[in-house]
C-alpha cells in the first residue's frame, strides 16, 4: 500500500483545527486552559485568498488564529455566514474538531492519491503564500483532512 503523506519529503507538521461560533471565547478558553500565551485573532477580508466549496466561489470572511503548543498546531477559526466546510460543520456539529491538517510542499500528488482513494476535495483555497485542499476523510477519520502547501517552504 502506497502511503502518500509520509511519503512527501516536506511533510513536515501537523496541526488540527477547531470551528468555533466564538473564537475569542474558545480561544481564551483553550490558551487559559494549555498556559499558552494569547494568539493576535485574524480579522477581515483576504482579498488575495480564493476559495472553492463543493465546486462555487467562496468569497466569504472568516476570523482564524493559529499558534503552536509543545509542537502541536492549533488552528482556530470562526466562520462567516457564507456557505463554507467550517460553516456547514458548526451548524451541524457545533464547536468542534473540523479537520487535521498536514503541511506538505507536494500537495497536487498527495491530492491525487487521497482523490483515487476515494476522498473528494470539498474546499479549497489558495494565494500567492500557498494554498490548502480539504478532503472527504469522515468516512476513515471523521474529520476532514487538510493538505497544505506553503509557498515559503518549497
Do not use: K
Not at 466549496?53 to 470572511?61: L, Q
Not at 492549533?74 to 468542534?96: A, K, V
Not at 487535521?100 to 474546499?123: K, N, Q
Not at 476513515?140 to 502547501?149: A, F, I, M, S
Amino acid at each position: 500500500m502506497r502511503h502518500p503523506v509520509s511519503e512527501q519529503s516536506s511533510a513536515t507538521e501537523l496541526h488540527f483545527c477547531i470551528v468555533t461560533d466564538d473564537i475569542s471565547r474558545t480561544t481564551e478558553w483553550l490558551t487559559s486552559l494549555l498556559g499558552a500565551p494569547l494568539p493576535a485573532i485574524e480579522d477581515g477580508p483576504r482579498p488575495n485568498l480564493h476559495q472553492e466549496y463543493r465546486g462555487d466561489v467562496v468569497d466569504d470572511e472568516f476570523r482564524q488564529v493559529y499558534f503552536i503548543w509543545r509542537g502541536v498546531g492549533i488552528e482556530l477559526i470562526q466562520p462567516g455566514p457564507r456557505p463554507s466546510s467550517w460553516r456547514s460543520h458548526l451548524e451541524r456539529f457545533g464547536t468542534g474538531i473540523h479537520h487535521i491538517g498536514v503541511r506538505g510542499g507536494d500537495t497536487p500528488e498527495t491530492g491525487e492519491e487521497l482523490t483515487r482513494m476515494g476522498h473528494a476535495i470539498v474546499h479549497q483555497g489558495g494565494s500567492d503564500a500557498g494554498s490548502f485542499a480539504y478532503f472527504d476523510t469522515t468516512s476513515e477519520l471523521g474529520v476532514l483532512l487538510e493538505l497544505v502547501t506553503d509557498v515559503s517552504r518549497r
